[in-house]
Nanobody
Framework: QVQLVESGGGLVQAGGSLQLSCAAS????????MAWFRQAPGKERAFVAR????????LYTDSVKGRFTISRDNAKNTVYLQMNSLKPEDTAVYYC????????????WGQGTQVTVSS
């Protein structure tokens, strides 16, 4: 059974940094795409970044380009989201997700980790 477990959230001041981790288990992820989404209070869940497990190809939403970096450690089966120059509008619950790279929908989701950026 696939499990995605996020960690690393917390409270940080604007301009600060956090690194989120997503520990993945339950299968081989070589043919998968891993992603981070976020959901701010009163808003729908939104895409943040994604990485293909095998090639490391990445994609970011415009609002985080140049500030966030998604990466993966194959040996640890872990995906990271390094968040720099954080802004209050980055405050949200951040979710890790996984899908087979040949599909559109994400099949697996973590429980989420709260990121709060104070001004």
């Amino acid at each position: 059974q696939v499990q995605l477990v996020e960690s690393g959230g917390g409270l940080v001041q604007a301009g600060g940094s956090l690194q989120l981790s997503c520990a993945a288990s339950g299968r081989a992820f070589s043919g998968y795409t891993m992603a981070w989404f976020r959901q701010a209070p009163g808003k729908e869940r939104a895409f943040v970044a994604r990485i293909t497990w095998s090639s490391g190809n990445t994609l970011y939403t415009d609002s985080v380009k140049g500030r966030f970096t998604i990466s993966r450690d194959n040996a640890k089966n872990t995906v990271y989201l390094q968040m720099n120059s954080l802004k209050p509008e980055d405050t949200a619950v951040y979710y890790c997700a996984a899908r087979n790279s040949g599909y559109v929908q994400y099949s697996y989701w973590g429980q989420g980790t709260q990121v709060t950026v104070s001004s």
